[in-house]
C-alpha cells in the first residue's frame, strides 16, 4: 500500500474515530471508466492559408532541451456520510538531457499530496482537522459552482462529487506544470518539449521555446469537409497552422504532424498537434517546419520508442522517461 | 577493539535519540572519534565522496542475511570483486548496521520490454544509433555476498542503505583481518594487494592458518603460462619469509623443480621489476630482491660426471650440490619403487628381512660361506648371488621360509635399482644428501627432478618429504617449519589411479603435517583432478586465470557465473585468494616475483655442455681448494677406471677435508707398476695316491 495513503488513513482516523478507511489502495480514481468527452469537429481559423498538407522539409533536428509531464493519482480514503474524502499526488518534472541521458531538472521534481474535500458537505470538525492536519487540503465545493446552489439533487451524487475533486487534482496538477515551464523559460534558452498543450497558462502559452504536443484527439481542429486532407497526412508530413483561441484561454498557433505511417490503423494513430506561441503570419511557415523538425527528432528512428506504453505512436520517449520518473518517487 | 568486537568507532553504538520517527537526523555519534580510523571530520573519507549506489530490493530479489543488491550511477567504479559497505539506515539494538559485501553478479539492462522494440526505434539499422539524441534508461544493478555484518546478532537481511567503495579499513573489517593485524600479536603475511576504485588495500593471511597449527597448506590454480602459479608461490615464500613472525619460530622451503628452469634461478635478480611492481613490493613491506638463501640439489646424470639440471653454469656452481643416495638411503622406501605386482605378502616379508637384517647389519648365516655387512647395492648383489648359489647347490627351494623364486624376483627388482635410478642411486654407498639436521632458517632447498624418470622422481619425494616429517617430528631438522612446494599436483596426487606411495604420503603431509609444521604448498592446472583430500586440507586457495572447462566442473558451484568469468580472464599476477578468515573470495594483485624467471635464467646462464670427467672432477675439488689444476687431476686419476674416479671425488666433497689434494689421492687403491715376473718352473703334478689306493 501507497505509504502516504496509510498515513493520511490514519490521520483521519485520528480527526474522526468513527470513521472507517476504506479498505485497500484499490485502483486510483485516474484509471476508473468516466465518462468520455464527446468528439467532436471544431473548425479553426487558419493562418497559414487553407488547409492542406505540407510536407516538412530538412532533416529532424534534435533540438529540445528537456521535457515536462506531470502525473496524478487520486484516491478515495473514505467516505463520510456519502461524501468522498479523497486523497491525491500531483507531480511534475522536467527532464533534460546530460551527455544523451535524461536528468531531473533542477534540485527535484513538484510533488504534492492533499486532501480533496467538500467543505460544505463534511463535517466541520473534520475540515479543521484536515486543514490543521500538514497535508494541503482543496476545498471541492468551492469552485464556483456551491454544490447545494448547482444541483441539490445530483451534485451530491458520490460520483459527481468524485468527478468534481478529479478536476480539482487536474487543474493542480497543471498547476505544477506550469510552474516548471515557467521555471524553465526563465532560466533557459533550449526549447522545452511539453506533454499537452499551452492554452492555459498565459506565460507558457506565450513563451517562445515552449512546445505543446497533444497526442489526445478528442476535438478535431478541421471541418468534416478537411477530414480527408488529415487522414492523408504520410509520416512526415504536417497541415498548414491554424490560430487556437479557446474561451478564457490563451491563443496558440497550432497543426498537426503525422509521426507514424497511419495506413491501415486510426486515422490519429501516429498524429500529433502541435501547440507553440503565437506568430506572426510571415513567419509561420518556417517555424511551423522548423518545430515540426524537432518533434519529428524525438519519434523518428533512431530515437528510442516510448514501448511499451500504449501512446507510442505518439509520445515521445522523454515523456515516457517523465511518467516513469513520477512513477517511481510517488 | 570496541564494542562487539568493533575497532571503529563508526560501528559502534548508536543514540536511538538521533533519530525521529525512524528517520536519520545526521551521522552517528559514533563518528566524532574518527581520526584514528582515517576518518575526517566524523566522515570518512568514502563517505565524504558520497555514496556509491543504494542499496535495492524487490520480492522477486530481495536481500537476504548473505546477499543483497544495489545499483550505482552507469560510470561507478564497480566490478566483479569490489568490496562494499553499507550504511543502514535505521538502528538495531541501539546500533547502525554495517554491512560488508564483495560484488559477485552484475547486470545491466534498459526499460526495453523487448528487443524488437530497439530494432523499430532504429528502423533495423544498427548505424543509426550514433545519431541518437537521447540514450534509454538504462541500471547497473550488481549483487554482492556478505563478508561481515556488524553488529553480527541478530543476523538480519541487509537493510536498505547507502553503498559506500570500501576503504582500507572497510577491507580489513571485511575480511576480518582485524582479527589477527594487531600489534604486538601481529601473524599477518601479505598475499597481495586488493584494488578498486580508489582503495589500495593490502591483503593478507594469517600465518596461523597458512602454515599452522589452525590451518595449513596453499594448492594454486590456473592455466599454463597464464595463471602465474610459480609465480605466485615465489611471491608468497618470500612474503613469508619476510613477515613470518619470529615468536612462531624459524621457516624453510623444500621446493621441487618437476619442469624446465622454473625454480632454477630462485637466487638471481630479476631482469627488471616495473614501478608498479615495486610499488606493490613497498606497500606490502616485502624486499624486492631475491632470496638470499639458496640451495639447489640434483642427482648426476646416468655416467655420474655432470649434474642432472639445467642450473650447471660454473657461475652457479657455489650452492648446486649433488643429490646421491646409496642403498641404506632408499631401502626403507623401496616400495615407492615396486609396482603393486611385485608386492604380495611374501615379497614384502623378504624385503622386510632384507631391510631389517641384512642392510647396514652384519649378517651370517651357517650355510652362507662368510659373513656380510651390505651396505651397498654391489654388496646387496654379492649377498644375493650367495644365497641363490648356497640354494642351487643344496637344490632347496626354500630359504628361511622365503621362496626361491621370491628371492630371484626381489633380487632382480631390487639391484636394478640403481640402474633404474641412475644418477641418483650409487651402487657404491657414498651418498650426498640434504643438510639433514641443519636446515637454516629462511632458506629455500631446490631439488631440480625436471631430467629425472618418473622412478627417480617418485623415489624423492617420497624420501624427502617422509624424512622431513621424521624430523619435523623429532624436532630435528633445524628449523620449525618447512613449506613443501610440489607443482603438477594433479600428477602426484590425482583425484583417481592407483594409490601410490607418493599420494598416500601427500595425502598424510595434508591431513596431518599441519600438526608438525609441514606445510604443502602445491600448484596444479586441474583443481578438480586432484585428490579431494588434499585440496579439502588446503586452508588457503589461490586461483589464477581459469580454464573454462575446469570452471565447470563441481567443485566451481559455489561461485557466481560472472566470479567465473572473472576467473577466466585474469590478467597475470592477478589471483582469486580463498582463506579461511574470508567468507568470500577477494581478487588480488601481487607483485612479479623479484627473482630471475626460468626463461630469462636459461638465457643468462646456459647449459654447460657435459665436460669431460677430468674438468668436472677439477671443478668440484676446486670449490674446496681453489689450488687444485686439471693436470694435477688429470696425474693423480689417470690409472684408475671413471668409477673409482667418481667415487674418490664424492668421498672427498662428503669429507670436506682440510688437505682436499691428499684426502683425494688416499681414495685410490695402490696400484704397482708392471714389473718382469721370472717364470717360475712348476714341477708336474703329482697325484698322490691315497693310503687307501688298493692300486698304489
Redesign the interface.
Known sequence: MDASLRGAQRLLGEWIPRIRAADGPGPTLETLPAAAESPRLEPAQTVEGALRTRAVPGEPRTVFGGFLDGTQASRIVTYVDAVPIVFATVAAVIRVRRDRRLVTYGQRPEVERGFYIPRLLVPAELWNAAVAGGYPVTDTSDDGRPISDDDPSSGRHPAALIERALQRVRDRRQALEHILAERWSAAEDSPLYIDGGLTGNRRVATATGNVGVVKRHRTLYVSAELMPVLAGLRPGERTTAFRIAPVSRTAVTSWYLRLRDSRGRDPTWGLVRIEVSETRADDITARADEVSRWVMAEAAPPAPLALPDPRWDTMAYGIRDCEEFLRAIT | MGHDGVRYSRLRGVSTSDHIDGKPTGQTNGQTNGHANGQTNGRRDSETAGPLGRVVATERRPNTPHEFHFWTA?DASVGIGTIVRVVGAHPVGGQLPVVYGVVVEGFSYT????PL??V????G?PA??A????????IRLYTAAVLRQVPEEPLQPVPMGEVFLADDADVACALRMDAYLQSGTNTGIPVGVYHAGGTDAAIYADADFLLGPEAAHVTVTGVSGLATKTSAVEWLLASIFTHFPASKGSVAAVCFNVKGPDLCFLDQPAVELSDGDLALYDKLGVPARPFPQVHYYAPYTANGVALNTLRTHEALAHNTHPLVWGLQDVMEFADVLLTREDIDAKADALIDFIRESVVGHRFADDRLPRAYEVQSFSELNAWFADVLRMMEQTNSESWRTHHIATIRKIRNRLTNIAQRCAGLVTNDGVSRDLPWGDFADRTVYVIDVANLEEDAQDLIFARVVSTLRKKLEQRDLGVDHVIVFVDELNKYAPSDGPDTYVRKMLLDVAERGRYVGLVLFGAQQFRSQVHRRVIGNAGTQLFGRMDGDELATPGYAVLSPAVKTKLATLEKGQLMVRHPHFTQPVFVRFPRPAVLSGREGAERFPRSAEPPLEVAVTRSLRLLDPSVTLEWVKHVTGLYEPHEILRAKAQTELARPGDVRAFFKAQFRAVAPARTVARVTVPPAVHSAPEDDPYG
Open positions: 552507469l526499460d526495453l520490454q523487448s522494440h530497439d523499430l526505434g532504429h528502423d539499422s543509426r544509433g545519431f541518437v539524441g537521447t540514450d534509454r534508461t538504462e
